[in-house]
């Protein structure tokens, strides 16, 4: 293998692991707040693409981007409304098969909206033809927005948990509910803002990405499959073990195309995840036991 298809490979990798590492942040924020494991997170990805490319035909490119980011946090906020805040103590296979259920009806309304083509942005500067090269490899400039956005979200996200008072809130909620309610916190609008914050991450993740992957209805599944296997792998709940994994699923995907046939590529986020479950349950960078999923 040539320096330059080094080099091509490993910045794919980052790429695509960037957006795997966004989703399962997504994942790990709803999680952290309230216990639930969100499978419906891959959808928020495929709805910022789809919606943003459906306002470019009205509107400029960034503030079609902004109004499906703000689109896709209200469809996060109504889903807990309307499907999770007035359970009470649901199991986690209870939860599991409403999130899964709420993936099928957006990918189902999404499909009766958009239809089965695949859609994309325009590329942010030049396009798929202007390369910029990187000690001899030719990378797309859209990469380096995926990979400088994405490490945005999560030095703002840090930021957001560590320093705001909503997010020391929030951090309240995971961390212990009931005292989280007799300190005066309302758990009830946490839990809607964890919902709203993972939606508004992953709705901007799909307008980045939509140039290089472009976007379809039932894009969302496989995210979401990609997602968990990297909250698993970087030890669920556990946001930087998330960009850790995420970069790791990502760079193993790229070198495995010299190797494993495109058609099994898929495979290798299953076989992983399966792989972790069963050797390392509390994942590669977690210190947490998967407590919850032991309900199963």
């Known amino acids: 293998m040539t320096a330059e298809l080094f080099i091509q490979y490993l910045f794919a990798g980052i790429t695509y692991g960037s957006m795997y590492a966004i989703v399962a942040i997504g994942f790990n924020i709803i999680y952290n707040t309230t216990g639930i494991i969100n499978f419906a997170q891959g959808e928020f990805v495929m709805l ?7 306002l470019l035909r009205f509107m400029p490119l960034p503030l079609a981007i902004v109004l499906a ?13 309307v499907f999770i ?15 899964i259920g709420i993936s099928i009806l957006i990918r189902e309304a999404a499909l009766h909206i958009w239809g089965e083509s695949v859609r994309s942005l325009p590329y942010f500067v030049g ?45 309240a909620c995971a961390a212990n509910r009931t005292a989280a309610i007799l300190c005066g916190i309302n758990t009830r609008n946490m839990v809607t803002l964890s919902f709203v914050l993972s939606a508004g991450i992953g709705a901007l993740a799909g307008c980045v990405m ?30 930087g ?23 099994f590529q898929e495979a290798i986020a299953i076989a992983i995840l399966l792989l972790i479950l069963f050797v390392r349950p509390n994942g590669l960078f977690g210190s947490k036991d998967l407590a919850g999923l032991k309900e199963f």
Do not use: H
């Not at 980011?69 to 409304?81: F, K, N, P, R, S």
């Not at 798929?128 to 990979?147: C, D, H, K, N």
């Open 210 to 239: 939509s140039p290089i992957t472009s976007t379809q209805y039932d894009n969302g599944t496989g995210l979401a499959i990609k997602g968990f296997t990297v909250a698993i792998l970087g030890g669920l709940g556990n946001s």
């Open 85 to 99: 805040r007035w359970l009470k103590e649901p199991s986690v296979l209870r939860m599991v098969i409403i999130t």
């Open 127 to 171: 396009n798929e033809i202007t390369t910029t090269g990187i000690l001899g490899a030719r990378i797309s400039p859209q990469v380096i927005w995926v990979i400088g956005v994405c490490t945005m979200m999560v030095l703002l996200l840090s930021l957001f948990f560590g320093t705001t008072s909503v997010g020391r809130e929030m951090r």
């Open 48 to 54: 910022g693409g789809m919606i943003s490319i459906t």
């Open 69 to 81: 980011v703000g689109i896709t946090m209200a469809v996060g906020a109504l889903i807990e409304i």
């Open 241 to 263: 073990g998330a960009v850790a994994a995420g970069l790791l699923l990502g760079i193993i995907e790229a070198f495995s195309v010299s190797v494993v046939p495109l058609a």
